[in-house]
């Protein structure tokens, strides 16, 4: 699983906190294909919430994951 920014969706450019429209696709290592991909807005949602809704749509419970170290956070 990995988030990219999408090219040309940058707003607020001179802000400080920038928007911008970002892909989480989920990679599939056996079938060599991409079995999940969600769009989010940056500054509506984030990306660890995104890895999560696509786990939990598409019952990867049990799987193994590979993933930045941003989703490698305690939940409290």
Do not use: C, W
Not at 27 to 40: E, N, P, T
Not at 53 to 71: F, Q, R
Request: charged share 20%.
């Amino acid at each position: 699983m990995d988030g990219k920014s999408l090219k040309s969706t940058l707003s607020d450019y001179p802000q400080s906190y920038q928007d911008f429209v970002a892909m989480v696709q989920v990679f599939s290592h056996q079938s060599q294909q991409v079995v999940g991909l969600q769009a989010y807005h940056n500054g509506k949602q984030g990306e660890a919430q995104v890895v999560r809704d696509l786990i939990e749509k598409l019952d990867l419970k049990g799987a193994m994951l590979t993933m930045d170290a941003l989703h490698s956070q305690k939940k409290r």
